[in-house]
């Protein structure tokens, strides 16, 4: 069998299945990006920076000055000891579960982490224990079992998103900090569709609650509602160390641009201020959300990401097209990004997204969804 004729076959079961991608380019009104703010539709300053690229790792001629302000500017914003960029929030996650978690230890991991964290896990290599949704009580049942088996230099940790992407709803992150503590187990948050949105200054879910100094370390995309490209991780000074010596993600790879660490100074002096697009954010969606009630539609979530599942893959990308036709960017997420038999319409809101438009988008979700 040639290897052209395996990926045909696989392709064309994915047909089969109703579970075939392809690259749509952006067309009509953006409803499905994370771009939460709308900052990326605004143009950068003028930026003196040099347009080469690092054209090295950062522990070699990558690391540019300005990526140490950036970092210094991102640990100030968090109230945190250290910040350490990387290239994508993917690799972020990845390296920094691989890096901290040893193949000896156990991980509890909600069932709607993202893709990234479940790699970074598989690679750690350690004992794997995957809670239900948000439940509480599957994560303590598992965390005791976990505390009570534990073996000598065994580390116990959890994994959560804070605000799901493709959920829309929140981790409660304050009863899996009090649960971690109980069992002396370590929680690591990904903040990725939270960060610029949350708090009074932006900075994420973890902040807001006041959890900083109880978690070991949060990750941040700056893909999302910052627009930039790259991510972070924030952690303890030590952590960072730890990192910058260990973490095969950020060794073995080619550190971003310098003038890509001059958008960030200048998105973070942004966000930080913004507040007027994270209320106009909040506003809408509750707008939104209130809209698809009175029309009938019940999604799920609380927040800006407003999913409408509809089961069926098919069902779903049906919907998908009839809504891109009126001019909504809106795409179907089927499995294996979200379970199967939850296919669904994933509609991302944003701040500068005009109210009546959304009037109008929840009665024509209301109609390709009955
Ligand atoms: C929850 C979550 N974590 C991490 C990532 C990866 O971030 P990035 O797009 O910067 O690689 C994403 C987005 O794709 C995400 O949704």
């Known amino acids: 069998m040639?290897?052209?004729f395996r990926w045909q076959?696989?392709?064309?079961?994915?047909?089969?299945?109703g579970r075939y991608r392809d690259l749509a380019p952006a067309a009509g009104i953006d409803l499905c990006s994370n771009d939460y703010l709308g900052y990326s539709r605004q143009p950068h300053l003028e930026s003196d920076v040099l347009s080469h690229s690092g054209a090295a790792s950062r522990l070699l001629r990558g690391h540019d000055s300005l990526w140490e302000e950036v970092e210094t500017e991102l640990a100030r914003w968090h109230s945190a000891e250290a910040a350490?960029?990387?290239?994508s929030g993917y690799v972020a996650n990845e390296g920094l579960l691989a890096t901290v978690i040893d193949k000896n230890d156990w991980v509890a991991s909600d069932r709607a982490n993202h893709a990234s964290i479940i790699d970074g896990l598989r690679l750690s290599k350690?004992?794997?224990y995957i809670y239900l949704h948000n439940d509480l009580n599957c994560l303590e049942r598992g965390l005791r079992a976990a505390h009570e088996r534990r073996s000598a230099g065994q580390e116990l940790f959890i994994v959560t998103e804070s605000l799901f992407g493709m959920e829309g709803d929140t981790a409660p992150l304050r009863e899996i900090v009090a649960l971690a503590e109980r069992y002396h187990a370590h929680v690591i948050v990904d903040e990725a569709h939270a960060t610029g949105c949350f708090g009074a200054a932006g900075s994420g879910l973890v902040d807001h609650l006041g959890l900083r100094s109880r978690i070991l370390a949060t990750?941040?995309?700056g893909g999302k509602a910052l627009a930039v490209p790259g991510a972070y991780v924030v952690c303890s000074r030590l952590l960072k160390e730890y990192l910058v010596n260990r973490c095969r993600h950020l060794i073995y790879t080619t550190a971003l641009p310098p003038q890509v660490a001059a958008w960030w100074l200048e998105t973070l002096a942004r966000v930080q201020a913004d507040?007027?697009?994270?209320?106009r954010l909040h506003a809408n969606a509750q707008e939104f959300r209130a809209a698809l009630s009175r029309v009938g539609v019940a999604p799920r979530g609380e927040n800006y990401i407003v999913p409408i599942v509809l089961g069926d893959d098919a069902r779903a990308v049906a919907a998908a097209n009839r809504l891109q036709a009126l001019g909504y960017d809106i795409r179907a997420i089927r499995p294996p990004t979200v379970?199967?038999?939850s296919a669904r319409l994933r509609i991302s809101i944003h701040a500068d997204h005009a109210p009546e438009m959304l009037q109008a988008v929840a009665a024509a979700v209301a109609d390709v969804s009955s």
């Open 2 to 4: 040639s290897l052209s």
């Open 9 to 17: 076959t696989l392709l064309d079961e994915l047909r089969t299945e």
């Open 84 to 87: 350490l960029v990387m290239t």
């Open 126 to 128: 350690a004992t794997r």
């Open 219 to 221: 990750v941040h995309t």
């Open 275 to 279: 507040n007027v697009a994270r209320e």
């Open 339 to 341: 379970p199967p038999g």
